[in-house]
């Protein structure tokens, strides 16, 4: 089993930043992505940033130069930087990993309870 503990969300004005962070823990033989999702209310939860173990990375357009993703392989850490906030960034945002428990080519996918980030105008 694995488990992801987030941290960092928040309340910030327009304009502000704020940090996320993602520990993944449990049986782990590998991680073959980290990334963040949102869900906003009323809408679904989409793709914000996403980085891969070898260090390539997928970003939503809508976040594109204002958010860094980056992730630490060692202590299967994922964060995400997020700047220049908007309004409309405000969601819960999840973190989720695709994660190989042991040297068996049989992936999973876990979540995090997800975490609030409010942007006020």
């Known amino acids: 089993q694995v488990q992801l503990v987030e941290s960092g969300g928040g309340l910030v004005q327009a304009g502000g930043s704020l940090r996320l962070s993602c520990a993944a823990s449990?049986?782990?033989?590998?991680?073959?992505?980290m990334g963040w999702y949102r869900q906003a209310p009323g809408k679904q939860r989409e793709l914000v940033a996403r980085?891969?173990?070898?260090?390539?990375?997928n970003y939503a357009d809508s976040v594109k130069g204002r958010f860094t993703i980056s992730r630490d392989n060692a202590s299967n850490t994922v964060t995400l930087q997020m700047s220049s906030l908007k309004p409309e960034d405000t969601a819960v945002y999840y973190c989720?990993?695709?994660?190989?428990?042991?040297?068996?080519?049989?992936?999973?996918?876990?979540w995090g309870q997800g975490t609030q980030v409010t942007v006020s105008s």
């Open positions: 980085i891969f173990s070898g260090g390539s990375t």
């Open positions: 989720n990993a695709e994660v190989r428990p042991t040297r068996t080519p049989l992936d999973y996918l876990y």
């Open positions: 449990g049986i782990i033989f590998s991680i073959n992505y």
